[in-house]
């Protein structure tokens, strides 16, 4: 043992330059937004808390979707040196929270009124105990369709109403010889679309059932097989190179007209709005067909970890300043979704994003805003991943419609 | 040992001289495929790329991806581009890089001359720990750092990098010192040179080719490793791989594949450099070792 | 003090400063790796999903649930797919890399122009991180707008290569990607070997009559085999560790068809939060390296004693 501890000075010794951990000042922030307009939103953030003296280490980890940083953070726990606040997801969130790793924010939250102004959905992420242990900072839908509305208009084709409406809309597209649906082969953007066509099919009672509750008669349903041939149908109807394919380069497709739809969270608005494509006029956004009620969502927020028993003054200053109107409405405008909270005026907001806040205001209040299974907001990581498989081994072929249900039945209950 | 020479004594006609240079080609061809790729679409505006070209020349030429992936782009909150994450890696490479080759020489000079019982286990297990997967590791390693206050510092990669890759070192150095001569340790022993006097007069001055191999492999693995360093590194000290990450991967944001590329190329600057300028001793140095029994 | 006992000391200290010297590097390889590897073992026996707790109290957070992590591993198609996957990449990978490093290392070694030049053209893949040469090998091999796409341009209306789409075939362009990597390296290490030779005993064998072919496969290849060893060490080494690749080329996809067991750990352990089934995976690959390593490294060993 004394050698190793030799090897370790003498390792310190030359690696003089070593960086000192978190001041008690600051706070350390660990999150994956580093593309530009995020980081740049997120600076906000930074800049607000340096108005009230406190500092920001930034500690960005991209990839994977967050995975990459949420396996930082294990390593970070386990070394005992948690971060203040950690951007994280739905289930992700509860997994610590219940592990008494978070931090109780709940007098803040008292004194800010947070329980009145989140919609409920929400704080079912964002509580564990009745304790809030973290701060939500928007809500990203996830059912959207996005359109190059020359393309429609060229082929008269209206918005789609209903799934009948979207079938014909895609036969004239497939008829004129365009591309119907861009769509990028991954897990991920599948279980997207999975998402939106189960809680078209079944309806909102179904996706509840099967998404939320876990139940194996609905998960096993005549429903469930019918929602899988729809995928066939949209498996159909996407271009020969769709597997592997980036969500961004299925929605240029969009963009420069090769394709008629994509079905993307409202994330996709900004590679429209980066390409100089103007809502409304160039490109629509409107709920996927069947679903207009419903809003399915996955919610950004940073969970605060434990200091040492009480939340830090710094600590508590961050939380309130990501809920604060100001940030929410500045950081959404710009990240493509919409602010956590229902109560702040979004006049400053494009026309999709102000949709986006009236859709999910509406939805909130009529109880049609549901956590996205692909993005774990509906069932947690296990479940959400054995859910993956089977819609991704289905959609590209490894099953049919009626094996996929029963697999499906299968894998949900051995990861539940 | 054997002398570095590019002689053979194996003859080819004049047929077979063209297919040699033919085939020799083709394979340049392959190599380069990517890297053609990666520099034409870093030299291209983003919508040109998205457009569908992405085999062909630029047709409007720009550097400003290369100029963004520098200096401006987005890695963290702030618009620093990947130049500040460059020292980071350099602070931590350079030591690992020395700690684990001495480490390495050391111990290839006592497991092949200053044997003793249960040395070729011990090389085992050595060897052995290469293949470990470092997936594994993750979490207890996390515990160590964190007990030894190493967590979040340059030191701490710096203990990661030389434990991890202390077994190949090791491997390097007993092949190459398993070729030298023992007879001039046994004479410097019975002259009265001390274990360290021999390593220093005698072994170490001819290790040059070996050294330029360990140095390279050591280096460019670590300069690469991308896990550890995301892990173990606060956010300012990390490596240029964890900013160059950061730079190209982003799930719901737009993604500047020029400037991904762009910035891909600039992080692997320092290896491709060592590999051009070490190249040379490269083989040489593989020869005159790792490659002999 | 006698001189005796002085050089008696002096004797017993020379003995005892090798070993010193050596176990800095032992008890590091013993914790971080033997005593990880055991902790892996105890994991994998546990329920435990984002971490193995042990909270404020000393309390674990967990249970020990004896081998049903291992049950539940056997029963998922996934690691099957994985285990599959690995079999068909490491035994491609190795054997590919190994043909073109050794094709590539003969070739260059008949006195070549520009052996200089061409080398390093070689050799440069091995310096590049996969996060991004993925993205290129992915649109290179991209029928929509890679290879096929220029093929058909160029007037082959019916070339077709769209391997990295179809499920059958994806995890070939994985292999071709890592050959691409590492043969280059590959080749370095037979180019030394060639190079060490002993010219004299091939010239004798010439004047023999000896063709060229023979004198290759009689000769200078039996020679080459602590090149091999070094080779099947480095690629073995490389196989195993494979994930950046598979990450940034195919995601694991088309659909799982090139998941392979260190993207199958990686995504078990911390994307779906099943910490317990992932080290149970993480064992299954160490008792799977171990009796391949094993036995080979005992032989080599053993033979140059």
Known sequence: MNNVIRTLKLTSAIAAFSVTAAHAEDVEVLHWWTSGGEAAALNVLKQDLETQGIGWQDMPVAGGGGTEAMTVLRARVTAGDPPTAVQALGFDILDWGNQGALANLNDLAAQEGWDEVV?????????????????????????????????????????????????????????????????????????????AVAMSTGGPEFYKAAFIDLDEE??????????????????????????????????????????????????????????????????????????????????????????????????????????????????NKVKGSVPARTDVDGSELDACGQQGMKDLAAAASSGNLFGSMAHGHAAPASVKNAVYDVVTAHFNGEYDSETAVLELVDAVSIAK | MAVASSDTAIRTGRFNRTLIYVVLLLFVLFYMLPLYIMVVNSMKPLSEITGGGMMSLPSAFTLEPWAKAWSTAQVGVEPTGLRPYFWNSISMVVPAVAISTVLGALNGYILTKWRFRGDTILFGLMLFSCFIPFQIVLIPMAAILGILGLSGTTAGLVLVHVVYGVGFSTLYFRNYYAAFPTELVRAAQIDGAGFFQIFWRILLPSSGPIIVVCVIWQFTNIWNDFLFGASFASGDGAPMTVALNNLVQSSTGVKEYNVHFAGAILAAMPTLLVYIVAGRYFVRGLMAGSVKG | MSTAAEADFKTRLQNWIPKLVLSPS??????????FILFTVYVSFTDSRILPFVDKDGQRTFDLIGLANYEKLFKLSHWEIALTNMAVFAGLYIVVCTLIGLTLAILLDQKIRGEGFLRPLYLYPMALSFIVTGTAWKWFLDPGIGLENIVQ??????????????????????????????????MAMFLAGLRGIDN???????????????????????????????????????????????????????????????????????????????????????ITIAAIMIPYLCAELKEKK
């Not at chain 1, 209903?162 to 279980?191: C, M, N, S, Y």
């Not at chain 3, 032992?26 to 005593?35: D, E, K, S």
Request: with cysteine; glycine share 8%.
């Open chain 3, 26 to 35: 032992l008890t590091m390889v013993l914790i971080f790796v033997y005593g």
């Open chain 3, 153 to 186: 341009a160029w007037g082959w209306e019916n070339f077709e290569f769209d391997w990295i789409k179809n499920r059958d075939f994806a995890i070939y362009t994985v292999v071709l990607a890592a050959v691409w990597q590492t043969s280059g390296f590959v």
């Open chain 1, 119 to 195: 919609p409920e959905a929400l704080q079912f992420f964002a509580k564990v105990d009745d304790k809030w242990i973290s701060a939500p900072v928007n809500v990203h839908s996830t059912n959207w369709v996005w359109a190059n509305k020359s393309v429609l208009d060229a082929n008269g084709i209206a918005v789609p109403e209903t799934w009948e409406d979207f079938v014909a809309a895609v036969e004239a597209l497939k008829a004129a010889g365009i591309t119907p649906i861009a769509h990028g082969g991954q897990a991920w953007q599948d279980a997207t679309v999975f998402d």
């Open chain 3, 200 to 286: 004299e005993i091939l010239k004798a064998a010439q004047m023999d009559g000896a063709s060229n072919w023979n004198l290759y496969r009689r000769i200078i290849i039996p020679q080459l085999r602590p090149a091999f060893l070094s080779a099947f060490v480095i690629l073995a080494h490389l196989a195993i560790k494979t994930f950046d690749l598979v990450i940034a080329m195919t995601g694991g996809g088309p659909g799982r068809a090139t998941e392979l067991p260190a993207t199958f750990m990686y995504s078990y352990t911390f994307s779906r939060n099943q910490m317990g089934i992932g080290a149970s995976s993480a064992v299954i690959m160490l």
């Open chain 1, 218 to 331: 609905t998960l096993g349903s005549d429903t469930m097989k019918e929602a899988f041939d729809r995928m066939a149908f949209i498996r159909d109807n996407v271009d020969d190179n769709f597997s592997g394919r980036d969500w961004n380069l299925a929605t240029a497709m969009v963009i420069n007209g090769e394709a008629g739809f994509q079905m993307m969270g409202d994330w996709a608005k900004g590679e429209f709005l980066n390409a100089g494509k103007v809502p409304g006029e160039d490109f629509l956004c409107f709920r996927f067909p069947g679903t207009q009620d419903q809003v399915t969502f996955n919610a950004d927020q940073f969970m605060m970890f434990d200091q040492g028993g009480a939340v830090s003054e710094e600590q508590a200053a961050l939380a309130s300043a990501i809920l604060s109107p100001s940030f929410q409405i500045a950081f």
